[in-house]
């Protein structure tokens, strides 16, 4: 079963530009959440799809947004960036969404914005 | 809120050696526990869980055992490899949410 992929893998932006990340779950895995990791605040959670709902947020502005699609993939949308903005964004996916517990991560997108 | 405190890094060790990294919890009800992998230029890979209190998850020489009483998931390993070296992520998963809150990892270096 091929894994979580993210595409793509490097990715350099400019201040005030907006970027789409992509992420394709595990087949048949329903739910799809996404992560930011910065060596200043480490990991941490950005919000989760399921069946092309989302279902949890994490504490991040509104420019981070995301959508997921009839197949389970998985958009993540950064608008207006910012020089903060830039870490390895990470996206993990799971079988029944709810109580699942094992999350399947992809191999990341690192941003840098300059 | 809930939260993970793990040991800081780097940890240091000579190949063989016996490893130890502390994980401990905070949280509201009773979470599931993981550890995560991650090498250079990789993403987070699961190296084992525990979704209850006693439970022991052992993957690839590693365990860790759930306590409830000092709230702790601690990872160890009889003999490291150079292989080893990576960053380790302690992780609870609220039985609500799918969220996954992590610690702020501990880098493991081993050396031949």
């Known amino acids: 079963k091929a894994g979580v992929t993210q595409t793509p893998r490097y990715l350099i932006k400019t201040r005030g530009q907006q970027v789409t990340l992509s992420c394709s779950p595990i087949?048949?895995?329903?739910?799809v959440s996404w992560y930011q990791q910065t060596p200043g605040q480490g990991l941490q959670f950005l919000f989760e799809?399921?069946?092309?709902?989302?279902?949890n947020k994490g504490n991040f502005p509104g420019r981070f947004s995301g959508r997921q699609f009839s197949n389970s993939r998985s958009e993540m949308n950064v608008s207006t960036l910012e020089l903060g903005d830039s870490a390895l964004y990470l996206c993990?996916?799971?079988?029944?969404?709810?109580?699942?517990?094992?999350?399947?991560f992809g191999p990341g997108t690192r941003l840098t914005v300059t | 809120g809930n939260s993970v405190t793990q040991m800081e890094g780097p940890v240091t060790l000579s190949e063989e050696a016996f490893l130890t990294i502390n994980c401990t919890y905070t949280?509201?009800?009773?979470?599931?526990l993981f550890w995560y992998v991650q090498y250079p230029g990789e993403g987070l890979q699961l190296l084992l869980k525990?979704?209850?209190?006693?439970d022991k998850g052992s993957n690839k020489g590693f365990e860790a055992t759930y306590r409830k009483e000092t709230t702790s998931f601690h990872l160890e390993k009889g003999s490291v490899q150079v292989s080893d070296s990576a960053v380790y992520f302690c992780?609870?998963?609220?039985?609500?949410?799918?969220?996954?809150?992590f610690g702020t990892g501990t880098r493991l270096q081993v050396f031949p």
């Open positions: 993990a996916s799971s079988t029944e969404g709810q109580h699942s517990y094992e999350q399947y």
């Open positions: 087949s048949g895995h329903r739910s």
């Open positions: 799809y399921f069946s092309e709902t989302q279902r």
């Open positions: 949280a509201t009800g009773y979470p599931s």
């Open positions: 525990a979704t209850k209190a006693d």
């Open positions: 992780a609870l998963s609220d039985r609500g949410t799918d969220k996954l809150i």
